[in-house]
């Protein structure tokens, strides 16, 4: 028998095994669940397809997941309902909102009844919720990040602490990174620096994009470089106690401030404690501690973006940037921060807060009693369940889990993150390390979805899936996205192979 024979007899067995696998192999059942929704009375999905497309923001369709979109009709802590009445586990929890599950009992009875006493009377009266709601949020902010601004989404949040590090610095040029997402604003759009967010007009003026300090894809680091119970099996020169990548990207950024910058001052640096659009990009140690120090020095203030990654999501510390050993000047929220209810907050110092009280400034609905009252519902939650205790717990659990994948398919090139803040980049091979083709992605979704399993997608080429669930999962819900997560690999490797 000559070589090419063998490799072709070899293929065949080979694919005839793994094909008698996967058709042994029944799909992983749903973890009970013994909420039973509301039957669907709405138009019918085409109906509602056709509207979508004709009166709805043409970006808004594009966006849909699946090639056959769901419609979702009902959710209940960590599920969801279409309109068949099919459950699945949702494990991007509204693109990393909902905190405490959908429709949590005790945030739903809160904004019920303060709908039926006061809905809105904006900030030209006083009304108790707001002042409440404020103390308390604070409380779980250190030092003294003691004053809140409200606003409705987390491009406001980011948008105004722009506004804020200029006012207050006196300087106008700001630094973000590479592989960064802030949001969609005029200011935002510039601190966004993936390509997929950004228009063909003038933008970002005046903020300029450091190098990103990623252990994965980036030029240093490596296998002991980032704060997650998985390590990237990309070998490096450091070792478990110092992290020398950490000051290679130091010095990208000190060399941004020194060749790119007007008299040698800067507004502001922004970074996410974990960049979420991104594709749940971790830094390499110390990095943060490092680029604060180099900010302060140039007299710039540091912002701490933690729309994704506060609320105890990273399962450690309430906020992400303590896991960094950093005090931001100013930090953003959004998101968790009102379980799906649009509120936003921006939480400074009372020295920089001043920066706004020369002129007037106003947000229409930010903090409105219903905002509030849904704010300060979320905040028991975490605290009365231990949610983030749950987050460490589980979610620790879920990445150890996650990473044996990466042991058994080609096209698993990484695992990482930290608590319920998760994310599994594909690639076409572990050596090119080029990401998996958006169709091929796709296509792995779709099986999720038919098996009941949704999570979100991002990164540069939108090749890394994105697992963030509600901080209310169950180790077995855990075990459900692992399983179905590993017979969807399975199924696409076959099909690629056959």
């Known amino acids: ?14 694919l005839n095994i793994v ?26 999905y085409d109906t509602v397809f056709e509207l979508r497309q004709k009166h709805l923001n043409l970006a808004l369709t594009n966006s849909l997941y699946y090639k056959e979109p769901l419609l979702i009709h009902q959710g209940h802590k960590q599920w969801l309902w279409d309109h068949k009445g099919k459950r699945y586990l949702d494990m991007f929890s509204g693109i990393v909102t909902v905190s405490v599950g959908h429709c949590h009992p005790k945030v739903t009875e809160a904004a019920v009844n303060q709908m039926k006493k006061l809905w809105h009377v904006t900030n030209i009266y006083m009304y108790p919720h707001i002042q409440e709601y404020a103390e308390k949020l604070t409380s779980y902010f250190p030092g003294d990040l003691k004053v809140c601004f409200f606003c409705n989404s987390g491009s406001e949040a980011n948008d105004l602490a722009v506004l804020m590090a200029r006012l207050y610095t006196g300087a106008f040029d700001v630094i973000s990174l590479r592989n960064a997402y802030h949001g969609c604003t005029p200011h935002t759009q510039g601190l966004t620096a993936l390509p997929a967010w950004k228009y063909p007009l003038p933008q970002g003026f005046g903020i300029l994009h450091a190098m990103n300090p990623d252990p994965y894809r980036g030029k240093w680091g490596g296998s002991h470089c980032r704060d997650s119970p998985v390590q990237t099996q990309k070998k490096c020169d450091c070792n478990p106690g110092i992290c020398k990548a950490s ?27 974990i960049q979420g659009v991104g594709g749940a990009v971790q830094f390499t140690k110390n990095y943060l501690k490092k680029a604060f120090e180099l900010v302060r020095e140039q007299g710039g203030l540091c912002i701490s973006d933690e729309v994704q990654t506060g609320f105890g999501r990273t399962g450690k ?19 968790g921060i ?45 605290e009365e369940e231990k949610l983030m205790e749950n987050s460490d717990q589980v979610g620790t659990y879920l990445l150890e889990q996650l990473s044996s994948l990466r042991n058994e398919f080609e096209i698993v090139g990484d695992v990482r993150g ?44 939108g090749h890394v899936f994105r697992i963030k669930p509600p901080m209310c999962i169950t180790k077995e819900d855990a075990d459900f996205c692992v399983s179905v997560l590993r017979l969807a690999l399975r199924s696409h490797t076959e099909k690629q192979a056959s």
Not at 1 to 14: A, K, Q
Not at 426 to 446: E, G, H, T, Y
Request: hydrophobic share 40%.
């Open 1 to 14: 028998m000559d070589s090419l024979t063998r490799l072709i007899t070899g293929r065949s067995l080979s």
């Open 19 to 44: 094909k008698r696998f996967c058709s042994n192999v029944s799909k992983p059942s749903l973890p009970s669940c013994s909420f039973q929704p509301e039957s669907y009375k709405g138009p019918e």
């Open 247 to 273: 000051d290679l990207y130091a010095e990208q950024l000190q060399e941004v401030l020194q060749y790119s910058l007007p008299q040698k001052k800067v507004a502001g640096f922004f970074a996410e404690s």
């Open 317 to 335: 510390h309430f906020w992400g940037f303590q896991a960094h050993d950093v005090m931001p000047d100013i930090v953003t929220l959004a998101k």
């Open 338 to 382: 009102g379980n799906g209810y649009p509120l936003a907050a921006v939480v400074t110092t009372p020295k920089i807060a001043k920066s706004l009280s020369e002129r007037l400034f106003f947000n229409t609905f930010g903090g409105n009693p219903v905002a509030s009252a849904v704010g300060s519902a979320v905040l028991d939650v975490l």
């Open 418 to 461: 930290k608590g319920l803040m998760i994310g599994v980049e594909l690639v076409s091979d572990k050596q090119s390390q080029n990401p998996l083709p958006a169709s091929r992605v796709l296509d792995i979704m779709d099986d999720c979805k038919n098996m009941g399993l949704l999570f979100g997608k991002g990164g540069y080429k």
